[in-house]
């Protein structure tokens, strides 16, 4: 073997490195599978995961949350019962600011409010939400869908309400049918109004099912005697919008008139614990999976460097440094990582590519209506399984690459290792 000219041992290493590979082509491309599933399915299981937390934000925010809450300065520490103080009068001047921002979709007026709903002779606790109907349904589009019964409140019908599947069936009521809502007023009275049941919706989560109401605000407004008046303003921002920077500015200017704003990960902080949670899961998938690829690579360089010991030694012997064995070692390491990496992320990005084509099925967590999930391909993501993969195969190399690199040359040449 003629020894490599001054400086061109890179070169020489990578042609090397390549042929030796080859050379057991059955072996090579079993180890470059397990980096390409490795590769692959963590790319998938990134992406999927991606999605179904953006469904699960995406369906607070759609069926309630809305985007952003604004409310007066302390209502949020104290939101049991209304307080004049912790209300927010119409046509304030947060309320006219965020409605001339191009970059707000809709918003809505809300008024939370507890009481007793009596049907016949029974009588229950609800939790009641009035709300600017046609606003409303601009920023919570999927809070009534074609699964639900009968209507969503409406403006031109002030006595129509919509309750939880789960409080209907507790009252055993009906679309049609008439009931007295009571609760404490401003004053320290209690007030009652009629009205009528015109919708009911399934709320997703069984507790909330039985005590849910939806109103129109003025309906309440009467109810409690406080009208112009109302606890929240629930904003939709458009989607190329950045939730989380409009929120930021929004707190700066809303401060200075006693208005606080919430992003929906305030209002629904259980969705980030499950993301965190779910990140991990995902983490210790991907983990496990390049921990295995890393075995992979590990055993066949070993085998590698058993195979060779002969011609390590006359590497060696014709001026090559320890640390140029470790690098020849590495550098075919790398390889199988380069390619297996490649036909990983092709796969995986493929496959990706179709669930976001066809959509995945999956069942709602806020509604009984179902959806489809389309997790989409994300370039940065790819890029850093990739490069994860490469250098996991790499630091797999350490070990043998360090065990050759020690070889003496004249034990070499009797097909010693060590």
Known sequence: MKKPEAGGFRQFSLTYAFRSLWRNPRRTVLTMLTVSFSVGVAIVANRYSSAILRLWQDGAADTGAAHVQFHAAGYWQKQEGVNEKLTMAEGNAVEVEVRKDPRVDASSRRLRIEGMITAAEESLYFVGIGVEPENEMMVSPRLFTGNDKGEFVREERVDGITIGVGLAESLGLKIGDEVTLITQTLQGSVNGVDAVVIGIVDAGVPSFSKRSLYANIKLFQKLIRMPGRYTELGVRLDKNVSIE??????????????????????????????????????????????????????????????????????????????????????????????????AGCIGGNLFVLGMDIVGVPFKSPFGSDQLLIHPKVDWMTTLIIFVSGVIICRVASISPARKAAMVEPVRAFRGQIT
């Open 245 to 342: 920077q409009w929120v930021k500015e929004a707190r700066n200017k809303s401060s200075a008139h006693g208005v606080e704003a919430r992003g929906w990960w305030d209002i629904e902080p259980i969705i980030k614990n499950v993301e965190k949670i779910w990140d991990s899961v995902v983490g210790v998938i991907a983990s496990l999976l390049f921990l295995s690829a890393g075995l992979s690579v590990l055993n066949i360089i070993f085998m590698l460097v058993a195979e060779r010991t002969v011609e390590i030694g006359t590497l060696m012997a014709i001026g090559a440094r320890g640390n140029d064995i470790r690098g020849l070692f590495a550098l075919e390491a790398s390889l199988i990582g380069v390619f297996g990496g490649i």
